[in-house]
């Protein structure tokens, strides 16, 4: 019987023992091993993405008001391979799926919840949503942000900071790069001169010297619904202050020869 013991508590040493070496090490309380690290993000729900999506959306936004409309008029298919083609930015899809309802409403794509302000959207799809994004095969547009200005979009109209020349000489090369890359001077004589183009406005701003003007070729001309509306109406206006106006003189001259007519008939019935 105490054989038996013996041999059963041996058999329970040696499965604690081959349990704790197929743990991942720990030493001095922190772990070692990469899938112990996976799973603490998995478990935890950690999804952290080191990209700014608000550096993203404004580097987006000069692509579409700065360099997007000229794209179209050369009628020219920017390829994947481009850093600034779509598919590119991972938040691209995300941003796809938001409505701005209202003044004070953003709606979710996804899920249709709705949100005060973009900012809690954003969150929300921080929160929720992260596990849409296509971290594989995109990348991070903020990347890019000094190549295409951000800094000066930002903050326009505020006092210009001091130039730093290795910046503006490190932005101006990713500038190249891009202009080498959406559009190679090899592929035809649109690529060509929107390669050209790609440079005067971005590229050559990228100095100290201060000659260069970021975005010097111009933006998309904004069509402003506004004026167009307050256009047309004034314009009914006018239409109907000039038919009164017509109708009006119209009238005092029937008035008026009414008036003739009555003194006219006055006078022949007047005795000799």
């Keep these: 019987m105490n054989k038996i013991l013996v041999w059963f508590h041996r058999f329970v040493v040696f499965l604690l023992l081959t349990r ?10 922190h772990v070692d091993s990469d899938a112990a690290r996976i799973l603490d993000q998995e478990q935890s729900g950690d999804h952290q993405i080191h990209c700014s999506r608000e550096r993203s959306r404004i580097a987006w936004k000069i692509v579409q008001e700065y360099l997007t409309p000229f794209v179209e008029k050369e009628k020219y298919n920017i390829s994947r391979r481009c850093r600034l083609h779509p598919d590119n930015d991972i938040y691209r899809d995300q941003e796809q799926h938001k409505s701005h309802i209202d003044i004070n409403e953003w709606q979710c794509g996804y899920c249709k919840k709705t ?12 929160n929720r949503h992260s596990n849409l994004l296509n971290l594989k095969e995109s990348r991070c547009l903020a990347d890019v942000c000094g190549a295409l200005h951000c800094d000066h979009e930002i903050n326009s109209g505020s006092k210009k900071s001091k130039c730093n020349p290795a910046a503006a000489a ?8 891009i202009a080498d890359s959406c559009f190679p001077v090899n592929e035809g004589p649109a690529a060509s001169r929107l390669h050209e183009f790609f440079l005067h406005q971005f590229c ?6 201060g000659r260069g003007k970021p975005f010097s070729r111009g933006r998309r001309k904004k069509t402003n619904v506004f004026y167009i509306v ?8 006018l239409v109907l202050f000039y038919l009164y106006m017509y109708l009006y003189q119209r ?17 022949k019935k007047k005795p000799s």
């Design 20 to 29: 704790v070496s197929s743990l991942p090490h720990i030493d001095d309380g």
């Design 204 to 209: 050559d701003a990228h100095s100290c010297t």
């Design 115 to 126: 949100f005060y302000e973009e900012k809690h959207l954003d969150q929300h799809f921080d």
């Design 170 to 177: 490190r932005n101006k090369h990713i500038c190249e790069t």
């Design 251 to 267: 009238g005092l001259k029937k008035e008026s020869q009414m008036l003739r007519r009555v003194s006219q008939a006055g006078r």
């Design 230 to 237: 307050a256009s047309i109406f004034l314009v009914m206006l």
